[in-house]
T-cell receptor, first 116, second 116 residues
């Protein structure tokens, strides 16, 4: 059965520093998709970045990058130059098999707090 | 381009009552998924609708049912409400066709349900 593990329940980071949020996953399928979502206190789940299992390059979207290590089944999110507005819950998630319409499985989340 | 919309934003019900939540997908999307997010946890997949039929279901009892309309909008119905049904209910839309951006599920702002 597929599973997402986020081992950091909470993190505090100084503004303008880079931060890495950890995520490991477990799946027996060869094709899958990995996501990171941001959830501010308002509740809306905001899509940040996507990595397909066959993508050779690490995904990047502005200040967000995904450090994809397939052999380790790791998909860490890196946020460069953190901002106060980055304070939120962050969820790592996985979709399998490789299809746009399959369910997404979420980890338990990491609460990121940015200090001014 | 309108994103995913959900109504109502908040709802208070008592045990044993029934509730209906509504979702309109993002323009161009034909698949709707529903998730339940209890306080402090990651979202849990309830079910997914495509072509007006339930095509995937998570580990939720039959009290949870849904419907998809010809315009792709969807309803989530919960019967015989329990205190444990109190949660944020998120709707996500996606497109079956694999095209740029179609790999991602986009979420609405959610409906906060409180069962007393």
């Amino acid at each position: 059965a597929q599973k997402i593990t986020q081992t950091q329940p909470g993190m505090f980071v100084q503004e303008k520093e880079a931060v890495t949020l950890d995520c490991t996953y477990d799946t027996s399928d060869q094709s899958y998709g990995l996501f990171w979502y941001k959830q501010p206190s308002s509740g809306e789940m905001i899509f940040l970045i996507y990595q397909g299992s066959y993508d050779e390059q690490n995904a990047t979207e502005g200040r967000y990058s995904l450090n994809f290590q397939k052999a380790r089944k790791s998909a860490n999110l890196v946020i460069s130059a953190s901002q106060l507005g980055d304070s939120a819950m962050y969820f790592c998630a996985m979709r399998e098999p490789y299809s746009s319409a399959s369910k997404i499985i979420f980890g338990s989340g990491t609460r990121l707090s940015i200090r001014p | 381009d309108a994103g995913v919309t959900q109504s109502p934003t908040h709802l208070i019900k008592t045990r044993g009552q029934q509730v209906t939540l509504r979702c309109s997908p993002k323009s161009g999307h034909d698949t709707v998924s529903w998730y339940q997010q209890a306080l402090g946890q990651g979202p849990q997949f309830i079910f997914q609708y495509y072509e007006e039929e339930e095509r995937q279901r998570g580990n939720f009892p039959d009290r949870f049912s849904g419907h998809q309309f010809p315009n792709y909008s969807s309803e989530l119905n919960v019967n015989a409400l329990l205190l444990g049904d109190s949660a944020l209910y998120l709707c996500a839309s996606s497109a079956v066709l694999l095209e740029a951006g179609a790999e991602t599920q986009y979420f609405g702002p959610g409906t906060r349900l409180l069962v007393l």
